[in-house]
């Protein structure tokens, strides 16, 4: 069992930027991916981005192209997601998953396919 730990987050303003970070410990296998979704209030869980570990291959909501950016350090099995230009939409918890296996596409957005999650963090921008 993997377990994550995630920190950052907190408040920022519309334009504004935050970052949060997530540290997995624990067994892991050489192909695995990591992810952000969220959870905005009264919504459902929705998927944000992922990463492949072994080939470092992204993925993202079309709602967040282009202002959030996922990345990881090897050495740490940490990933990071930098949000700019945050928008009062963009509020929501934001939880790490870990995926062990294979995924591309459609199947590392899918919160079904990840095995392990944090316990969420939150991220509120004001207008």
């Known amino acids: 069992q993997v377990q994550l730990e995630e920190s950052g987050g907190g408040l920022a303003q519309e334009g504004g930027s935050l970052s949060l970070s997530c540290a997995a410990s624990?067994?892991?296998?050489?192909?695995?991916?990591m992810g952000w979704f969220r959870r905005a209030p009264g919504k459902e869980r929705e998927f944000v981005t992922a990463i492949r570990w072994n080939t470092g291959s992204t993925y993202y909501a079309d709602s967040v192209k282009g202002r959030f950016t996922i990345s990881r350090d090897s050495a740490s099995n940490t990933i990071y997601l930098q949000m700019n230009n945050l928008t009062p939409a963009d509020t929501a918890v934001y939880y790490c998953?870990?995926?062990?296996?294979?995924?591309?596409?459609?199947?590392?957005?899918?919160?079904?396919?990840?095995?392990?999650w944090g316990k969420g963090t939150q991220v509120t921008v004001s207008s």
């Open positions: 624990g067994r892991t296998f050489s192909t695995y991916a």
């Open positions: 998953g870990f995926h062990q296996g294979y995924c591309t596409g459609y199947a590392c957005a899918a919160a079904d396919n990840y095995d392990s």
